[in-house]
């Protein structure tokens, strides 16, 4: 009897799975109702379009003549390095002491690492993973859409990605950690909504993507696990699901790696970087406006608008409207997704709500937002078609059109593409300082200030002077020798200290003079 019940039992689990195939397919089949035979090679043809064009976008002027950027994306860029020559991965330092400002786990460092090993220390690598993100995103997207909603969302969804590529300077042309992140919150998001469409395991997927988001940027990950939650309880996912299944296929995989990792970190300092993560990198940015980045409660809102530039924000707002309105007055148990719209609404605004609370104000913290705006507004225009499509309505249509040439145009105005000329670099009128000095790679930098004592290096600096084979050394001028292989370079704020410290070493022989960006001059000494 018991051999019976679970015949029975698996009987009707394996229809409840096809009915969830059929109505899927039924679903997109309808919303891709009376697209002329060609959709298939206008499909295909988009998706190899869209990709080339977000791979040619991001990788074509990648390294950007050497410049690196005097924030985040250094900073990694000298963990990263100092990784791989001390040989701990599991610790990441700067200047080789353990770095407690940049306290987030270090998968993103190793992805910088795994490209130095390929490509050499260079600016190439330092930004290979971020920009190689954008085109799988675009990719994956476009296929998984056209098989679970319709070629309209497919090629929508897919053009809004492929555009995005260079319109955000901190996501896939930097060395910062947001592009994997971003990558992980999409797949997760992905992973997830297959996962009640098709079979349980699916959910792994879901869940080591949330595990390595957290293992990117520490605490920003509970905008990912806000939105799990909350399909979890108030959509068909959780009845889709056991407990047994939620456990085994969701949490566990979820679990695992950061427990893992955070055993791993733990025999290094005990609680030393922990307490750094949540008292400095998450507690203090909530409550205080660090290093002065604040705005107010639509800071986000109206530098997405800024940053996306305004025929494409406001297009994309219209389209999500009238999907909207369609999905509630129209076609309701139509073609209707709410799995779909709840998993990729609520990737749209939970990152914008959280972070809009928190006292810290940076663009780059709700850029997985764009995730769950992009999906929205393809499955908007998926419905607006179909509704146009079998209603026959002109003027429905010729908004559409409208509206979808507004979206086609502003995709390709980039009112905050990267500019050489005006981004913050070392690549200033002065040169990169590196390139001035009449000394060989392979030396040893004394870095000091107008007294003699150790000062540190721009972070820029830092890692222009490690891609071009020195050693630096942050300590005082105690530490010089008159050897071949040691030079100092003096950071100062005048004249005056320049002068002071040749009058107080008048041994050394000045072979570069120059300014970084921020005003500070610099000035490089050998020999004596």
């Not at 030396?443 to 071009?468: C, E, H, M, R």
Request: with cysteine; hydrophobic share 50%.
């Amino acid at each position: 009897m018991a051999r019976l019940e679970d015949v029975i039992s698996r009987t009707a689990g394996q229809m409840q799975r096809d009915s969830m195939k059929q109505i899927t397919a039924s679903s997109a089949m309808q919303a891709g109702k009376g697209v002329p035979p060609w959709h298939k090679l206008a499909f295909y043809g988009c998706l190899v379009l869209f990709t080339a064009f977000a791979a040619f976008d991001v990788f074509h002027n990648l390294s950007y003549g050497g410049v690196i950027y005097e924030w985040d994306e250094a900073r990694h860029g000298v963990n990263a390095y100092e990784m791989l020559r001390s040989g701990n991965y599991m610790v990441n330092t700067y200047a080789y002491s353990p770095d407690y400002w940049n306290s987030k786990p270090p998968l993103s460092l190793w992805q910088i690492a795994l490209a130095y090993r390929l490509f050499g220390y260079n600016t190439f690598a330092l930004r290979f993973f971020s920009a190689l993100y954008l085109p799988i995103i675009v990719a994956s997207a476009m296929w998984v859409l056209n098989r679970y909603t319709g070629t309209v969302c497919a090629i929508t969804t897919g053009f809004l990605f492929a555009t995005t590529g260079t319109r955000f300077t901190h996501l896939f042309t930097s060395g910062d950690p947001d592009a994997l992140f971003f990558l992980m919150c999409y797949a997760a998001c992905l992973f997830l909504y297959i996962a009640y469409k098709e079979k349980p395991p699916f959910l792994v997927g879901a869940g080591l993507c949330t595990a390595f988001a957290f293992l990117t940027k520490g605490s920003h990950v509970v905008s990912l696990f806000v939105v799990i939650a909350v399909n979890l309880v108030m959509t068909g996912i959780k009845r889709r699901f056991s407990g047994k299944q939620l456990v085994g296929y969701l949490l566990l995989p979820m679990a695992v790696p950061v427990l893992l990792w955070v055993a791993l970190r733990f025999s290094f300092d005990g609680l030393m970087f922990f307490e750094k993560m949540l008292v400095q990198d998450t507690l203090n940015r909530v409550g205080e406006a660090i290093e002065g980045h604040t705005g107010g409660r639509l800071f986000y809102v109206r530098e997405m608008a800024r940053q996306l530039g305004a025929p494409l924000f406001w297009s994309m707002v219209v389209l999500s409207l009238l999907g909207l309105i369609i999905v509630i007055f129209y076609r309701k148990g139509k073609t209707a997704d709410g799995v779909f719209v709840s998993v990729f609404g609520t990737m749209a605004v939970t990152p914008l709500i959280l972070f809009s609370l928190s006292a810290t104000k940076l663009t780059w913290y709700v850029y997985p937002c764009l995730i769950g705006v992009y999906f929205v507004v393809g499955y908007a225009a998926q419905q607006a078609f179909a509704l146009c499509r079998d209603n026959k309505n002109v003027i429905g249509l010729t908004a559409l059109a409208v509206c979808s040439l507004v979206l086609l145009g502003g995709g390709f105005v980039k009112p905050y593409a990267q500019n050489i000329n005006t981004v913050t670099s070392i690549m200033t009128s002065q040169g990169n300082p590196f390139s001035q000095m009449d000394i060989t790679p392979e030396i040893k930098l004394l870095v000091v200030d107008a007294q003699g004592n150790p000062t540190a290096l721009l972070q820029s600096w830092l890692l222009q002077a490690y891609f071009s084979g020195f050693e630096v050394i942050l300590h005082g001028m105690d530490a010089y020798t008159s050897a071949e292989e040691m030079a100092v370079v003096l950071r100062h704020t005048d004249d005056q200290q320049l002068n002071a410290f040749k009058a107080a070493y008048p041994q050394l022989e000045q072979l570069a003079l120059g300014t970084d960006y921020a005003g500070v001059g610099y000035a490089v000494f050998g020999g004596g």
